[in-house]
Every structure is written in C-alpha cells, then in structure tokens.
C-alpha cells in the first residue's frame, strides 16, 4: 500500500534552514507529482509547494523564494528544503501524492513538526 514517511523536522531558530525529507513506497514514485503542505492548530492545511515528474515545481506565494522542493526518483524521496524560517512557518509539515485521475492529493504522510523560535 502507499506509504509517505516524512522526517527531518525540529527545533530551528529564526532565519535558519531545514531539510525535510519523504520517503515514498507503495507506487511508482517517478511518474506522479509530490506535494508539500502545512498545517498549524486550529488552521486549515496549507498547500506549500508541488513537483511533477518532470520536476516542474509550482510554490505558494509565503514561502517563494525561501523554500525549495527537489525529488530524486532513485530514492523514491521528495525533499523541501527551507531557508530563512521564521516564527509563522511553525506548522506540522506533510508531503503528498497527487492523484493523476482525479488531480487531487489523495494520500498523505503522518507529519513532521516544525518549530521556529528563539
């Protein structure tokens, strides 16, 4: 069955970086999109950044420029990585797969949190 695993998530001061990670199985990881969203107490989930199989990458507007997906098929494995994080990007992060049927996410991973503060 799909599996997502995401990890890397933890403690970062302001203005610094993190690399999360998602280990994928259960599907070819190759051929679909992978997508990143967020999710903070009381907030509705947060679509942050996406890639295609052709490693075409769309972003959010809040975090353009400051954060960057990457996937290497060979790992089966989507990263974003995230730089100059600040108090309001702490969140439970969450990678996805995009559904090519029906273009919607439709499986998702258990979490990572990420908390910025001094």
């Known amino acids: 069955q799909v599996q997502l695993v995401e990890s890397g998530g933890g403690l970062v001061q302001p203005g610094g970086s993190l690399r999360l990670s998602c280990a994928a199985s259960?599907?070819?990881?190759?051929?679909?999109?992978m997508g990143w969203y967020r999710q903070s107490p009381g907030q509705q989930r947060e679509f942050l950044a996406s890639?295609?199989?052709?490693?075409?990458?769309n972003y959010a507007d809040s975090v353009k420029g400051r954060f960057t997906i990457s996937r290497d098929n060979a790992k089966n494995t989507v990263y974003l990585h995230m730089d100059t994080l600040k108090p309001g990007d702490t969140a439970t992060y969450y990678c996805?797969?995009?559904?090519?049927?029906?273009?919607?996410?439709?499986?998702w991973g258990q979490g990572t949190q990420v908390t910025v503060s001094s």
């Open positions: 996805s797969r995009k559904n090519y049927a029906t273009a919607k996410y439709d499986y």
């Open positions: 259960g599907f070819t990881f190759r051929l679909d999109t």
């Open positions: 890639i295609t199989d052709r490693n075409r990458t």
